[in-house]
């Protein structure tokens, strides 16, 4: 199995040797050359996995070049109850990912219960015991840069804590996180992992670690790496969760014949989840519907309504109370124009041309869009009152308390929701992480999972930084061999 890159121009590589590194030499994503299929059969035989079978019958497909052995030890190592158990108590942890049912045909997807208590535990605890196993193999070490709004720093931290071949440098916005996140991450004490704080916004963490990354001579010198989220193993490890809920709910419902198709309502920023599940599609999972949910910020919604992609300028992105999803480009998004525009490299080219100028595009005229629903796309948008509203419901009418985020792909779901087809609304956060705006939704504060109760008040470790690159990089480089 080789990857390629959208934009047509890059050496094909192998899943190891894309690991490390970030976008294609062509400024591009990496993707599959061509998608593995599984047959009806092959389904049928992966229903009764449990997470770790799954993960290793999916991954070997997509990352042939890891011994296959090495390959299954990983999965063990990642996907373990003690990992995926800080979540709600009546939960079946050894699901990994348990599915929750609000009533008859509609779930939630528990993506939640690892370390950080959001989704993206689910990938970066995988992509940290994969990093481990490459960098041994290769004898070498690497420093991470990141730049964090919340939940991505805190899962790359707890995935990298203690590994001894990386080092992560964590850049926050010193305002901006909510006590409960800032915690999580300034709290942990592991000598490989260094938290900076940024007198400035996000974006200004954002464009120091871009002038890092161009600068190429440092980069190489210091052996900076990356764990955004373009990065495909991220991605592929997406992809197992999408099978292990069709296959649950296929279970549950019994009526339910071999290969009827389930909808997915996804909460959707970077476009990393949904891509996710994009990718499971086309590898013969019977998916109907992608549902692609967005808060005030509509980029997304509005190029599935339209057919127009006008990412926004980072002024224009508006502060929201599901601030995860608070993005002005989505960096995945990438991958399924390609697919959309049948892998025609030159054409993405062109598109991300107008885009990295600033500009927007158009697919009605040239008639892309209209393949757009054959994709399974569909999507909708949430607003502050309408995220209050379904905490609100969905704590009167199921007894659940639902995060801010979660909500917004409730909302969106159940507008699209059709009779006979289950829809599974994928939980991307816990509401402890959250919780000014539970308050408000419901007069009363989350629940924490047991052993986070004070963990505001546990001592912290965080260099206050000005935002200025050359300071960040000079940290870096008296830190780098530690
Ligand atoms: C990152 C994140 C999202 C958005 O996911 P994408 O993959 O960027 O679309 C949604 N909700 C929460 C809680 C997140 O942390």
């Known amino acids: 199995m080789k990857y390629l890159s959208t934009r047509g121009q890059a050496p094909k590589q192998s899943f190891l040797q894309i690991l490390l590194g970030g976008l294609a030499p062509d400024g591009g994503l990496y993707l599959p050359e061509s998608y593995p299929q599984f047959s009806a059969v092959e389904l049928e035989f992966m229903r009764d996995m449990d997470y770790r079978q799954l993960a290793f019958t999916i991954l070997s497909r997509l990352a042939d070049d890891i011994e ?7 999965c063990d190592k ?8 800080h979540g709600r108590p ?32 689910m990938a970066m605890q995988l992509l940290g015991n994969l990093f481990e196993h490459a960098l041994e193999q290769a004898g070498q070490d690497i420093n991470i840069l990141g730049a ?43 000598a ?29 010198k210091y052996r900076i790496g990356a764990v955004n989220s373009i990065n495909w193993a991220r991605v592929a490890a997406q992809v197992i969760y999408y099978f292990k809920a069709y296959f649950a709910v296929t279970n549950l419902a019994v009526a339910m014949e071999a290969g009827q198709p389930v909808d997915f309502s996804v909460p959707s920023g970077n476009f990393g989840n949904v891509c996710a599940g994009h990718i499971a599609r086309m590898l013969g999972l019977p998916i109907r519907r992608l549902i692609v949910a967005t808060n005030e910020n509509d980029v997304l919604d509005e190029f599935f309504r339209t057919g127009v992609y006008r990412p926004r ?18 960096s995945n998004f990438e991958r399924f124009i390609f697919d959309l525009a049948g892998r025609d490299g030159a054409r993405v080219a062109e598109l991300w041309r107008a885009v990295d100028a600033g500009d927007s595009f158009d697919l009605k005229p040239s ?30 009418k199921y007894a659940t308390v639902i995060d801010t985020h979660t909500a917004d ?11 006979g087809v289950p829809l599974v609304c994928l939980e991307t956060a816990l509401p402890a992480k959250f919780e000014d705006t539970i308050v408000e939704a419901l007069g009363r504060k989350p629940e924490r999972p047991a052993g986070l109760e004070n963990i505001e008040s546990l001592p912290q470790r965080v260099e206050v930084m000005a935002a200025d690159a050359a300071a960040v990089m000079a940290f870096v480089a008296r830190h780098a061999n530690d």
Not at 314 to 330: C, V
Not at 409 to 419: I, P, Q, S, T
Request: proline share 3%.
């Open 68 to 74: 296959p052995d090495d390959l299954k030890a990983l």
């Open 78 to 85: 990642t996907y373990t109850t003690e990992a995926y158990c």
């Open 90 to 121: 009546d939960s079946d942890f050894s699901q990994i990912t348990p599915l929750r049912k609000l009533e008859d045909g509609v779930f939630i997807l528990e993506l939640s219960n690892g370390p950080t208590l959001a989704f993206k535990d």
């Open 148 to 190: 964090t709004s919340g939940d991505t720093g805190s899962a790359a931290e707890y995935a990298m804590r203690g590994k001894h071949n990386v080092r992560v440098f964590m850049l926050s916005p010193e305002h901006g996180m909510t006590r409960f996140q800032q915690a999580q991450m300034y709290s942990l004490q592991d």
């Open 192 to 220: 490989n992992i260094f938290n900076i704080a940024i007198k400035g916004v996000f974006d200004e963490c954002q464009d120091i670690v871009k002038a890092v990354s161009n600068d190429h001579a440092f980069k190489a």
């Open 313 to 330: 300028k980072s002024a224009e992105t508006l502060h929201t109370s599901s601030p995860s999803m608070d993005i002005s480009k989505a």
């Open 367 to 396: 008639g892309l869009f209209d393949d757009v629903s054959a994709f399974g796309f569909i999507s909708g948008t949430s607003s502050h009152a309408d995220r209050l509203a379904t905490i609100r419901m969905a704590w009167e």
């Open 409 to 419: 792909g409730l909302k969106v779901g159940l507008e699209h929701r059709e009779a």
